[in-house]
């Protein structure tokens, strides 16, 4: 099975606009993780989507949304762009159905999104 | 409130050594455990996981970790250490009897010397 795929890998933006990334997960996995990693505050949790609802969500400003596809790819905007919004942003996903199956989440390699 | 410690940002071990990289955690019911390393520019690999059962716990690579229920802890453990395991590794845990959110530790650089 092909892994967690995340486009793009990298991207340089300005303050004040808006991006777009991508994650498709592998194979049959309902859920979709995202979160934000800096070198100061370490994982952070953006939300949970499964089966195109949003399920969980971290403490982060509006300014970060997301939505799921019915093909379980999703999505995550960040708009006006803060020059603290870089970072590396990570998808996961995982087979579970249920918000408690004890399954572990699946990697992509990240997008590094850079705001200057 | 739920959470995750992982009380050493850094932990030097000589090539050929003991390992060992500590996790505590407090959530108000079971938990599940979970370690995952992060190579440099690379997303997160799963490790292991304890779900129930046998308190030690046998993984990926070689490591293994141990859940102690009365001290609260998940210890990631590796008999000998290469330099290639040199990484990040993260500790997490869901509280099945909370909302099930996955909650991260703040990571361990763990560097092997040759």
């Known amino acids: 099975k092909a892994g967690v795929t995340q486009t793009p890998r990298y991207l340089i933006k300005t303050r004040g606009q808006q991006v777009t990334l991508s994650c498709s997960p592998i194979?049959?996995?309902?859920?979709v993780s995202w979160y934000q990693q800096t070198p100061g505050q370490g994982l952070q949790f953006l939300f949970e989507?499964?089966?195109?609802?949003?399920?969980n969500k971290g403490n982060f400003p509006g300014r970060f949304s997301g939505r799921q596809f019915s093909n379980s790819r999703s999505e995550m905007n960040v708009s006006t762009l803060e020059l603290g919004d870089s970072a590396l942003y990570l998808c996961a996903s995982t087979p579970q159905h249920l918000a408690g199956d004890p399954y572990e989440q699946y990697f992509g390699p990240g997008t590094r999104l850079t705001v200057t | 409130a739920q959470s995750v410690a992982q009380p050493e940002d850094q932990v030097n071990v000589a090539e050929g050594n003991p390992l060992t990289v500590k996790c505590t955690y407090s959530v108000s019911g079971n938990p599940y455990l979970f370690w995952y390393v992060q190579y440099p520019n690379r997303g997160l690999q799963f490790l292991l996981k304890y779900i129930t059962g046998d308190n030690l716990v046998k993984g990926s690579y070689g490591f293994e970790a141990e859940f102690n229920k009365s001290q609260t802890s998940f210890h990631l453990k590796k008999p000998s250490a290469l330099v290639s395991d040199s990484a990040l590794y993260f500790c997490a845990v869901r509280d099945m009897d909370s909302n099930y959110q996955l909650i991260w530790g703040a990571g361990t650089k763990l560097i092997i010397k040759p």
């Open positions: 194979s049959g996995h309902r859920s």
């Open positions: 989507y499964f089966s195109e609802t949003q399920r």
